[in-house]
């Protein structure tokens, strides 16, 4: 349940987070 209260600001720094691990893939 804790996702449904993370605010949206959390939500856009795990977004940027698994972009960065993406392009640390390539």
């Avoid at 349940?1 to 390539?26: F, G, I, R, V, W």
Wanted: glycine share 0%; aromatic share 4%; hydrophobic share 25%.
């Amino acid at each position: 349940y804790a996702n449904l209260q993370a605010p949206s600001m959390e939500q856009h720094k795990t977004d940027e987070n698994l972009m960065k691990l993406h392009e640390d893939n390539k």
